[in-house]
Nanobody, 127 residues
Framework: QVQLVESGGGSVQTGGSLRLSCVAS????????MAWVRQGPKTEREVVAG???????VYADSVKGRFTISRDNANNALYLDMNSLKPEDSAVYYC?????????????????????WGQGTQVTVST
């Protein structure tokens, strides 16, 4: 059974930084498609960063240059480093995994491309 457990959310002021972590069990993240997906109180789920391996990495336009997705295959962990945070980044952030084929769903990733989800971690950015 695939399990994804996120941690690292919290409250920060505008311009601050946070690092989200996701530890996977029952599933190897190595060379598999993983993503960070967020959902605000009035918005649909949005893929903010996704990666298949070191080569296939995509970011939402709204976070390019500020967020970085990375993975530690040895510890089966996925990370999201978030810098220069803005109030509009406030959302519940989910770690998501794709076990369907093809492994890589393309550069225009959507929440529906992923079939396993963590419980989510809240990120709140205040002015």
């Amino acid at each position: 059974q695939v399990q994804l457990v996120e941690s690292g959310g919290g409250s920060v002021q505008t311009g601050g930084s946070l690092r989200l972590s996701c530890v996977a069990s029952g599933y190897s993240i190595s060379r598999n498609c993983m993503a960070w997906v967020r959902q605000g109180p009035k918005t649909e789920r949005e893929v903010v960063a996704g990666a298949n391996d070191e080569r296939d990495v995509v970011y939402a336009d709204s976070v390019k240059g500020r967020f970085t997705i990375s993975r530690d295959n040895a510890n089966n962990a996925l990370y999201l480093d978030m810098n220069s945070l803005k109030p509009e980044d406030s959302a519940v952030y989910y770690c998501a995994a794709r076990t369907r084929l093809p492994t890589w769903a393309g550069s225009n990733l959507r929440a529906s491309d992923f079939n396993y989800w963590g419980q989510g971690t809240q990120v709140t950015v205040s002015t």
